[in-house]
């Protein structure tokens, strides 16, 4: 499929301005376009704009995603709070909890925050590299739609679950380790299907115990229908170790979930009990805990960069160019995308779709126009 490149300020303009007509807040607006977009910028398709429509708009134009977030502190400690975001912007959510979660940090040291009744809040990474910017180290996790098999599973029971972890360095980009616990994602399937691209081997299961190869498509509708799942990290079994990120996942699952009784598993498949579209009800954590409560920031900052260093010094296996850290590709990659994001022509469609609805044909030009 053809791409097409258009300028981050026109496709940043767009992205709010369709928010705003959809009723969020403008500042919200703002903040929710920031971060999906900040995928694109880091590379991570899976969860860029490609999202913009069948996630997030498709799901308030249904009535199942708020527009406005009432964001309700539960309960709360100095160093503790129980948020509630009522359905709203999963990105608002996301962004308040770990602002809170960061003030905390630097008032007691560490701080963590868990919120539920929220929905999709786009790269976990996002709140980490919050954290690691403000000098705290950063955790966060979401739960998901159950799409991942447990270890020697062949059914969703949980989503691909993120364990997201940031440490503050000295170096251009800090420390951000953002990845779910299954090999692959939802939102890496789903992008597949768009360019046509077949599965990566190994990456899901069938409910007959056999993997899943070939059109994405095709394998996309399976696992929506319970009919395949995906696999943990390490695939399938136990021989190259596939109960850790089981493990990892189940973790995630406990800590967006127990803490604040939220929903979890099958009751995060977005149906209510008699089959109808409902709201994701997702669960998050975030935690911070501030470097200048132990020896000072600019001692973390030094010494973790010394350890990324270290390790990217390292002898390397034949034929590699270089070793990378976490955080590493994906600041080089905003560095080389400073003109602006590919759009493959899926999703063209769908942003001329959307064009048209909101009768912004004569405001909004883009390139494949």
């Known amino acids: 499929m053809a791409q097409m490149r258009i300028d981050w300020q026109t496709i940043t303009d767009f992205?709010?301005?369709?928010?705003?007509?959809?009723?969020?807040?403008?500042?919200?607006?703002?903040?929710?376009?920031?971060?999906?977009?900040?995928?694109?910028?880091?590379?991570?398709?899976?969860?860029?704009?490609?999202?913009?429509?069948?996630?997030?708009?498709?799901?308030?134009?249904?009535?199942?995603?708020?527009?406005?977030?009432?964001?309700?502190?539960?309960?709360?400690?100095?160093?503790?709070?129980?948020?509630?975001?009522?359905?709203g912007m999963g990105q608002v959510v996301g962004y308040k909890s770990m602002s809170l979660a960061i003030r905390k940090a630097k008032a007691y040291g560490m701080g963590m925050v868990v919120a539920r009744n929220s929905c999709h809040y786009g790269i976990a990474g996002y709140y980490t590299s919050m954290a690691a910017k403000a000098g705290c180290v950063g955790m966060t996790g979401t739960n998901a739609r159950p799409s991942v098999a447990p270890t020697w599973g062949v059914e969703g029971m949980f989503g691909t679950n993120p364990l997201t972890l940031g440490v503050p360095t000295d170096e251009p980009f800090d420390f951000n380790f953002d990845c779910a616990t299954s090999i692959t994602q939802n939102g890496k399937i789903e992008y597949y299907a768009r360019v046509g691209e077949d599965v990566r081997p190994g990456t899901i299961i069938g409910d007959d115990g056999q993997l899943v190869t070939g059109d994405a498509d095709a394998a996309l509708k399976r696992i929506r229908d319970n009919t395949a799942a995906l696999t943990t990290v390490g695939g399938v079994g136990e021989d190259l170790a596939g109960y850790k990120g089981y493990g990892f996942a189940m973790f995630v699952e406990l800590m967006c979930a127990a803490l604040q009784d939220g929903y979890y598993g099958k009751a995060l498949n977005g149906k209510d009990e008699h089959g109808n579209q409902c709201a994701p009800r997702l669960g998050h954590f975030f935690i911070a805990i501030d470097t200048d409560h132990f020896l000072g920031e600019d001692v973390c900052r030094r010494k973790s960069g010394e350890i990324l260093r270290a390790v990217r010094a390292s002898k390397r296996m034949p034929g590699a160019e270089r070793i990378y850290t976490a955080g590493e590709k994906e600041y080089e990659i905003k560095l080389k995308q400073a003109d602006g994001v590919l759009i493959n022509e899926s999703v063209q469609g769908e942003l001329n779709a959307v064009r048209k609805e909101l009768s912004l044909e004569d405001k909004y030009r883009f390139p494949w126009d």
């Open 15 to 87: 992205v709010v301005e369709t928010f705003v007509r959809y009723g969020v807040p403008e500042d919200d607006a703002r903040l929710c376009a920031d971060i999906l977009l900040e995928a694109d910028r880091r590379g991570i398709e899976s969860h860029g704009v490609n999202r913009f429509k069948p996630i997030y708009l498709d799901r308030i134009r249904a009535g199942v995603q708020k527009p406005v977030t009432e964001y309700e502190i539960v309960k709360e400690t100095p160093t503790t709070a129980v948020v509630d975001g009522h359905d």
